[in-house]
Structure formats: C-alpha cells, structure tokens
C-alpha cells in the first residue's frame, strides 16, 4: 500500500502564501502522476493542479498563476507553492498520486488524509 502525508497547510491572511508538502512511501516502482485537490465546505472535491513524471503540469482556472505545483523526485514529494490567497481558496486539500506499485501490473491512484487551508483576516 501507499502512504501520502501533507503538511503545510494552516491559517493565512488574504494575499498571504503557503507552501504544501506531501511524500509518498510504500511499495512504489514508479510515480507517474502527482496532484492536488481540494474541497470546500459544502462544495464538491475539485482538481487543483497535477504534475507528470516527466514536469508537465496541469492548473484548474481557478488558481492558474497564482499556484505553482513541483516535485521532489529523489523524495517522491509533491509541493504546492500557493500566492495571492483568497477566502475562496479555503478548503481541506487533498495529495492525491498514480503509481506502478511492485506486485501489481496496472497503475493504481492513492490519497491522502488532507490539509486544511484557511484565508481569513
């Protein structure tokens, strides 16, 4: 099984910035896809931002060129660099990741527990 841990997340003013970590463990040969979502209260769970294997990227309207989404190949991390926050971006976010695991052939899609992200004055 895979294990994704998120940290980072917390209270921060309207055009504050925060940066969330998440390191995947486990029985993983290969790390095609990493990402972020997030869900608000009330609201259904939405892409954030993704990135590939080989650093393509892909940002929901919503936080395109104010996140920036990178990894850490070497530690099978996935951060999410987040500027210009806005009460909207308030939610809990989610580490999301599709893997090759060692016993098993076909790619498999894991999550994390969740972060919760709070823009407030």
């Known amino acids: 099984q895979v294990q994704l841990v998120e940290s980072g997340g917390g209270l921060v003013q309207p055009g504050g910035s925060l940066r969330l970590s998440c390191a995947a463990s486990g029985s993983i040969l290969s790390i095609y896809v990493m990402g972020w979502y997030r869900q608000a209260p009330g609201k259904q769970r939405e892409l954030v931002a993704t990135i590939g294997s080989g650093g393509n990227t892909n940002y929901a309207d919503s936080v395109r060129g104010r996140f920036t989404i990178s990894r850490e190949n070497a530690k099978n991390t996935v951060y999410l660099q987040m500027n210009s926050l806005k009460p909207e971006d308030t939610a809990v976010y989610y580490c999301?990741?599709?893997?090759?695991?060692?016993?098993?052939?076909?790619?498999?899609?894991?999550w994390g527990q969740g972060t919760q992200v709070t823009v407030s004055s």
């Open positions: 999301n990741t599709e893997v090759l695991l060692r016993y098993y052939v076909a790619r498999s899609t894991f």
